[in-house]
């Protein structure tokens, strides 16, 4: 099992541009987390995916942050016109089951090395 | 809205000794709690959980959390700590209902420095 795949691990990008992470989930799991650690701070929620679907996106910035898990591939979070404010690592993470009917190894996710994204 | 607190940034002890990083949270029942270990340039690794019953939960590595409801605490503790644990420790808390148990909230992480 190769646990949560994350790329690029590194992403270097100019002011402008456009940076694109992806995420590919453990096996048998379909549910899909990012979370953005700023330095020097902890892990703030952005958007959580099921296969075709935003759950909850109440974390991501209104402006040039989207996300999507579609039917085939990875999870990509794209960041378009990158500016120096987005520089952080950000962590993808996959689980297996949700709600709380589903006890055990419900409700815990699984976190991927993560990218660093620096912008210059 | 729940929120957690680690209210030490950094931590050094030395090898041998215990260890207790204290997280306390802020939540309207009780909440689903777990404790996260990142090493440098690394993903998280879950420690431990808990989620009802027994209120001391033993992790992985050796360690273990006790959760008190009345202090609305959850400190991770370790009796004798040994120099691979130096990382930096994050508690987080996800809410007791359907549809955003995930949505893990994630305190601010105490660095651990384990001197030799």
């Known amino acids: 099992n190769a646990g949560v795949m994350q790329n690029p691990r590194h992403l270097v990008r100019r002011r402008g541009q456009e940076a694109r992470l992806r995420c590919s989930p453990m096996k048998g799991h379909s549910h899909v987390y990012w979370y953005r650690q700023l330095p020097e701070e902890g892990l703030k929620f952005m958007v959580y995916?099921?296969?075709?679907?935003?759950?909850?996106e109440s974390g991501m910035p209104k402006e040039r942050f989207s996300a999507e898990f579609p039917k085939e591939g990875p999870s990509i979070l794209r960041i378009q016109q990158v500016v120096r404010g987005d520089s952080a690592a950000y962590f993808c993470?996959?689980?297996?089951?949700?709600?709380?009917?589903?006890?055990?190894?419900?409700?815990?996710?699984?976190f991927g090395a993560g990218s660093r994204l620096t912008v210059l | 809205a729940q929120s957690v607190t680690q209210p030490d940034i950094h931590i050094t002890v030395s090898e041998g000794a215990s260890l207790e990083l204290r997280c306390n949270y802020s939540y309207g029942a009780t909440p689903y709690l777990f404790w996260y270990v990142q090493s440098p340039g690394q993903g998280l690794q879950l420690l431990l959980k808990?989620?009802?019953?027994?209120?001391l939960v033993q992790g992985i590595k050796g360690f273990e959390a006790e959760f008190k409801r009345s202090q609305s605490s959850f400190n991770l503790r370790k009796p004798s700590v040994h120099w691979s644990d130096a990382a930096e420790y994050f508690c987080a808390v996800g809410a007791r209902n359907t549809g955003t148990a995930s949505k893990l909230t994630f305190g601010t992480g105490t660095r651990l420095q384990v001197t030799l």
């Open positions: 995916l099921q296969k075709e679907n935003i759950i909850d």
């Open positions: 808990y989620f009802s019953g027994d209120t």
């Open positions: 993470a996959s689980s297996q089951t949700f709600g709380t009917e589903h006890m055990g190894g419900a409700n815990v996710l699984t």
